[in-house]
Every structure is written in C-alpha cells, then in structure tokens.
Nanobody
Framework: QVQLVESGGGLVQAGGSLRLSCAAS????????MGWYRQAPGKQRELVAR???????NYADSVKGRFTISRDNAKNTVYLQMNSLKPEDTTVYYC?????????????WGQGTQVTVSS
C-alpha cells in the first residue's frame, strides 16, 4: 500500500505565497518522477510542475517564474513553493508520483489539497 499525503494548502490573498508538501510512504522502493497537478471543476487535470529523481524540472507556462518544485529523495517528499499567487490559481492541487512497488512501476495520487487565492 502506497500513500501520498499532501499538506500546505489554504487561503491566501493575491500576491501571497504558499508551500505545498507531499510525502510518499508505504511499499514504494523507488520514485522516478514526482509532480503536482491541479484540476478546476469541470476541467481536465493539468500539470503544474514535475521533477525527476535527478532534479530536472518542467513547469506549465502559466506558473513559470512564480512556482518552484523541489524534492528530497531521502524523504520521498516533493514540495511546491508558490509565489505571486493569482486568483486563477485557485483550485485543488494533487500530488503525483511514479514509483516502483517491488513488482511494477505505478502512478500514485494524493487526495488533493485546496488552494484558494482571494482578490
């Protein structure tokens, strides 16, 4: 059993900052890519940022220059530092991990954390 536990969401004013964290635990022996996605009601889940085990990163154009993804491989934890937040960043953010459970590579998802940016 693998769990991704997210924390750090909340309510912030426009221009403010939040830091999301996601820790993987359970029967996961190696994690390749970790990332953050978000999904607004009625819309498809979209990539926000992802990071490989060796630190290579990708960002959605809408967050470049404002968000920074990082990870601690020893702790199986990924972070998302979100600065200069905008009301349009309001939605649920999901953590994702591509990990080896001992027999196969699988995609794992967190339960989601709400980020609300007020104008």
């Amino acid at each position: 059993q693998v769990q991704l536990v997210e924390s750090g969401g909340g309510l912030v004013q426009a221009g403010g900052s939040l830091r999301l964290s996601c820790a993987a635990s359970g029967s996961i022996f190696s994690i390749n890519v970790m990332g953050w996605y978000r999904q607004a009601p009625g819309k498809q889940r979209e990539l926000v940022a992802r990071i490989t085990r060796d630190g290579s990163t990708n960002y959605a154009d809408s967050v470049k220059g404002r968000f920074t993804i990082s990870r601690d491989n020893a702790k199986n934890t990924v972070y998302l530092q979100m600065n200069s937040l905008k009301p349009e960043d309001t939605t649920v953010y999901y953590c994702n991990a591509h990990g080896w459970d001992g027999s196969s590579w699988e995609q794992y998802w967190g339960q989601g954390t709400q980020v609300t940016v007020s104008s």
